[in-house]
């Protein structure tokens, strides 16, 4: 019984070996996982496999090693399903892959080392993607590949060794794609290329684009069909909707770049942060990218460094559609001192202009006086205390507190200037308002029922002095010096001292 159990347990393994997926058909060294609503690669798959289908799925991501055990796969389709990257070495274990299928799904970009151990591949389906650029050394791993589909997606740039080691390439489709311009270096690498697609692009037809032009009329509309030959210009507009074969050379122009940044210089403070823009024009648009300028060892220059994830704080904002290059600088350091240069480029040249940064560093590192001697160690006043809060504020910070401090006095100085404005008024009375009006005359006590008939035309009442019937007997008559004034009289209308009048209503 003991010898017998190795043999027993080899029995019982060897169906599992050879299983299939579950819902999965297998039959002669295929595998068919398709339209099963799969998040993954499916376990149990049998190693010999040589062709594997596992399209219309909703696979988002090759987990690490999901397909290790497959050395022997010839064929691999994953296409219309919700890849979005694909990770370093992704297929490293199938060195005998011939065809690989990823239409349809929604790849962004393509890392150099994607495809790395796939040397017998043939053909590559990257159709129906979201791809935007295509970034050199791409298919630098692909020496024997011979059919690239790259058709709708929306390439808008190829860099010029993107294609490098495609040496066996004989078809390449980038029809329907976002281009508006391929250089020659492009197709260079591409020495066995026999068909090659580029309608339906937006092309641009500026002095980029002569080479494409005279290489197609001299030969190279061999790798052209019919349809393919109708490159059709998008612009500059007075070529819309010319081919590209039917505009004369001399009307493929550039206009070379000129590039501004305003301010030329800097002194920035210790933690702010800074935006420096970079104005560039020229036809076609320029594109505009900024270095930072390392200093030189020994009296030799070094090789600047363009600032795409470099140190921290630095970034870079480029705007291809209005030319604007924007540096940003964020928590400035010591670091960030020294000499920039904004950089902008297209095909009628290049441009440069600098830019330099100073760091002030005395506000953060300004000498400390000593504090008074009555004043108990590790204890600030509150005036100091707050004057060194408002010092550690970044400097848009204080500029905005200056403002509004600024705009609150001014508005206090508005509003006094109204209320005294308004008790001015208040002060000034029109003549005859408020004064007593008096007569000479008498027209006899008068009754309420005449007080309306007493009113002059301002509605005021008038007052009438009876001078025949003094109330006191005249004499001299004891008291202050101002009592010869009636109360509420104005000081013009003085009656003579020590003597009164009845008064009438």
């Keep these: 019984m003991a010898a017998g159990a190795p043999a027993l347990l080899l029995l019982v393994l060897l169906p599992r070996a050879?299983?299939?997926?579950?819902?999965?058909?297998?039959?002669?060294?295929?595998?068919?996982?398709?339209?099963?609503?799969l998040r993954g690669v499916p376990?149990?798959?049998?190693?010999?496999?040589?062709?594997?289908?596992?399209?219309?799925?909703?696979?988002?991501?090759?987990?690490?090693?999901?397909?290790?055990?497959?050395?022997?796969?010839?064929?691999?389709?994953?296409?219309?399903?919700?890849?979005?990257?694909?990770?370093?070495?992704?297929?490293?274990?199938?060195?005998?892959?011939?065809?690989?299928?990823?239409?349809g799904n929604q790849l962004r970009g393509l890392r150099s080392n994607a495809f790395a151990g796939l040397a017998q591949?043939?053909?590559?389906?990257?159709?129906?993607?979201?791809?935007?650029?295509?970034?050199?050394?791409?298919?630098?791993?692909?020496?024997?590949?011979?059919?690239?589909?790259?058709?709708?997606?929306?390439?808008?740039?190829?860099?010029?060794q993107a294609l490098v080691g495609l040496s066996s390439l004989a078809l390449l489709d980038l029809s329907r794609n976002q281009?508006?311009?391929?250089?020659?270096?492009t197709l260079q690498?591409?020495?066995?290329?026999?068909?090659?697609?580029l309608t339906e692009n937006p092309w641009r037809c500026d002095c980029a684009l002569h080479w494409l032009g005279a290489w197609i009329r001299e030969g190279g509309q061999r790798l052209l069909s019919t349809r393919d030959r109708k490159i059709t210009c998008a612009e500059p507009p007075r070529l819309a909707l010319h081919s590209?074969?039917?505009?004369?050379?001399?009307?493929?122009?550039?206009?070379?770049?000129?590039?501004?940044?305003?301010?030329?210089?800097?002194?920035?403070?210790?933690?702010?942060?800074?935006?420096?823009?970079?104005q560039a024009s020229g036809y076609p648009q320029p594109l505009v990218t900024w270095r930072k300028m390392p200093p030189p060892r020994d009296g030799r220059l070094q090789a600047p460094a363009r600032l795409q994830g470099g140190a921290p704080g630095l970034r870079e904002q480029t705007?291809?559609?209005?030319?604007?290059?924007?540096?940003?600088?964020?928590?400035?350091?010591?670091?960030?001192a020294g000499k920039y240069e904004c950089e902008a480029v297209n095909a009628g040249g290049a441009a440069h202009a600098p830019f330099h940064l100073q760091v002030n560093v005395s506000r953060r590192h300004s000498p400390v006086p000593p504090a008074p001697a009555a004043r108990p160690a590790g204890r600030e006043s509150p005036q100091e205390a707050s004057s060194m809060a408002f010092r550690a504020l970044g400097l848009a910070t204080q500029t905005a507190i200056a403002a509004a401090i600024s705009l609150l006095a001014l508005t206090a100085l508005l509003l006094a200037a109204v209320i005294c404005r308004r008790r001015r008024k208040k002060s000034h009375v029109p003549p005859g308002e408020g004064a007593l009006f008096v007569n000479d005359y008498s027209d006899g006590p008068?009754?309420?029922?005449?007080?309306?008939?007493?009113?002059?035309?301002?509605?005021?009442?008038?007052?009438?002095?009876?001078?025949?019937?003094?109330?006191?007997?005249?004499?001299?008559?004891?008291?202050?010096?101002?009592h010869g004034q009636v109360e509420g009289l104005a000081p013009a209308l003085r009656l003579p001292p020590r003597i009164a009048y009845e008064i009438h209503c």
């Design 189 to 197: 690498p591409l020495a066995s290329l026999q068909i090659l697609r």
């Design 43 to 103: 376990p149990g798959i049998p190693p010999g496999t040589q062709a594997l289908f596992l399209q219309d799925n909703s696979i988002a991501r090759l987990e690490p090693g999901a397909l290790a055990p497959l050395a022997a796969l010839r064929r691999l389709y994953l296409h219309n399903n919700s890849l979005r990257a694909l990770e370093p070495g992704a297929f490293r274990a199938q060195p005998r892959l011939l065809e690989l299928a990823l239409t």
């Design 179 to 185: 281009l508006g311009t391929i250089s020659q270096k």
């Design 18 to 37: 050879a299983s299939c997926p579950a819902a999965c058909r297998c039959y002669s060294a295929t595998v068919e996982c398709g339209a099963l609503r």
């Design 121 to 160: 591949l043939r053909v590559l389906y990257l159709a129906g993607n979201q791809l935007v650029q295509l970034l050199d050394f791409t298919f630098l791993h692909l020496p024997r590949l011979q059919e690239l589909h790259l058709q709708e997606n929306n390439i808008e740039l190829l860099e010029d």
């Design 244 to 278: 590209l074969l039917e505009v004369s050379g001399s009307s493929l122009i550039c206009i070379p770049p000129s590039v501004q940044v305003e301010p030329l210089e800097v002194t920035a403070n210790l933690g702010d942060d800074l935006r420096v823009a970079c």
């Design 319 to 336: 705007g291809p559609d209005t030319g604007s290059g924007v540096l940003f600088l964020t928590n400035i350091t010591l670091a960030h």
């Design 446 to 482: 008068c009754t309420f029922a005449q007080l309306e008939e007493l009113r002059d035309e301002r509605g005021h009442e008038m007052f009438v002095i009876d001078r025949s019937k003094p109330l006191f007997a005249e004499g001299p008559v004891e008291g202050p010096a101002d």
